[in-house]
Every structure is written in structure tokens, then in C-alpha cells.
């Protein structure tokens, strides 16, 4: 079982350009989730989705945008990258059906600089 | 989502227990505790979850007071791979799972 998959592992992207993060999970887990680590300021997270064809916005959402067609997948879309948006990008699943309070098991990292 | 204060870093020695503790004054009656760790060039990888009073697992033990403003993590025997950050995160995870990881707190895990 590979749990969450991300791609590229690290990518150097010229400003203004377009770029998508690809996340994929083969828990089958109902929700994920997308967090930018900048150093000094821990984890911010981006969007979520709480099941497929949902998505929600989180603490930095803006000049991202994600979308969830099944449950599998989740990109993370930069329409028009900028240099503040160089950071550590990691992706998350959750079981959130389970009961309780659910665990979020994170993928890798990507790690973006915007030139 | 309650806010979350815990020490920016920790050093210890290899054998020692290591104790985190978490503050989390607002916590709310559904809210859990969760800590996390995250070594360098790595997601967070999930350690104890809790509500109230104690819970052990294999890796460590997690107090929570009674009034569970406050919660500390407890680390048996710490070895130099135990070195990394700690994030103590409080929330009803199933309100959409919006989690506010913080800063976390660093330990430091000398020879």
C-alpha cells in the first residue's frame, strides 16, 4: 500500500507560469487536504475536500485553487505562480467516517520555488 | 478551532523522558488532542490521540487534566531519531478537518 503519492517531488517554476500538484491516495479515504510549510510558520492549510465533488477553502487559499472528481485524486492548481507562493506543499488524507476525531496521514511533499 | 501554545524548543539527552506540554484554554466540549511529528523533509506523521485523562500507545503517553486545558505529551527513553518537530493540534476534526498546526515545538535529542 503506497498511502498518499505526490508529483513532482520538486519543481522550479518561473513566475506567471501555470502549475498543478498532483495528489493521489489509495486508502480510500472520504477527505483530503492541502498544506503550504513556510519556514517559521508551520503548516497553513490551502483547501480541503470532505468527500468527492466537495471542495472548501482554508487559512491561505488564495491564487490556489483544487478540485475533487473522485476520491482518489486531488491537485492543487497554481493559475498564475508568484515568488510567495515558493514553499513546501504537502498533501493529506483523512477518514473522517470513522468516528471521533480523525487522523490525517500526509504525503511526502512537494517542494515548489518560484523564480 | 482552539489555539494551541506550546515551547518553540526542547533539548534533551539520549534515555531521558521528554515531556511537551500543549495549552489550549479555549478547547471546546467535542474538540480533541492530537500530536503529531514531522522530521525534517517529511509530512507530520500522526503519534497519540485523546480526550480526557491518560492514553498510551507504543510510541508515547498523552496526560490530559481534567479541566483538558492543557495536555502534555510524554516521550519514554527519547533516542537521537526521536529529534523533530512536535505539533499539538486541538479540533472536532469532523467539522471539516480544518486543523491549525502551528509552529510545534522542536526537540533537540543530544548523545
Known amino acids: 500500500i503506497a498511502g498518499i503519492t505526490q508529483a513532482p517531488t520538486s519543481q522550479i517554476l518561473a513566475a506567471g507560469r501555470r502549475m498543478t500538484l498532483r495528489c493521489t491516495q489509495d486508502?480510500?479515504?472520504?477527505?483530503m487536504y492541502w498544506y503550504r510549510q513556510d519556514l517559521g510558520l508551520g503548516l497553513r492549510l490551502i483547501h480541503y475536500?470532505?468527500?468527492?465533488?466537495?471542495?472548501g477553502k482554508g487559512e491561505v487559499p488564495d491564487g490556489y485553487s483544487v478540485s475533487r472528481a473522485n476520491t482518489d485524486d486531488f491537485p492543487l492548481t497554481l493559475a498564475s505562480a508568484v515568488p510567495s507562493q515558493t514553499s513546501v506543499y504537502f498533501c493529506a488524507s483523512s477518514d473522517s467516517t470513522s468516528g471521533g476525531a480523525d487522523t490525517q496521514y500526509f504525503g511526502p511533499g512537494t517542494r515548489l520555488t518560484v523564480l | 478551532l482552539a489555539k494551541t501554545t506550546q515551547p518553540i524548543s526542547m533539548d534533551s539527552y539520549e534515555g531521558q523522558e521528554v515531556n511537551i506540554t500543549c495549552s489550549h484554554n479555549n478547547i471546546a466540549t467535542n474538540d480533541y488532542i492530537t500530536w503529531y511529528q514531522q522530521f525534517p523533509s517529511q509530512g507530520p506523521r500522526f503519534i497519540i490521540q485523546?480526550?480526557?485523562t491518560k492514553v498510551t500507545n507504543e510510541v508515547a503517553s498523552l496526560f490530559i487534566p481534567a479541566d483538558r486545558k492543557s495536555s502534555t505529551l510524554s516521550l519514554p527513553r527519547v533516542s537521537l531519531s526521536d529529534t523533530a518537530v512536535y505539533y499539538c493540534?486541538?479540533?472536532?476534526?469532523?467539522?471539516?478537518?480544518?486543523?491549525?498546526f502551528g509552529q510545534g515545538t522542536e526537540l533537540s535529542v543530544k548523545p
Open positions: 475536500s470532505n468527500t468527492a465533488g466537495t471542495t
Open positions: 493540534l486541538v479540533g472536532d476534526y469532523n467539522q471539516g478537518g480544518k486543523l491549525i
Open positions: 485523546g480526550y480526557k
Open positions: 486508502m480510500r479515504h472520504n477527505a
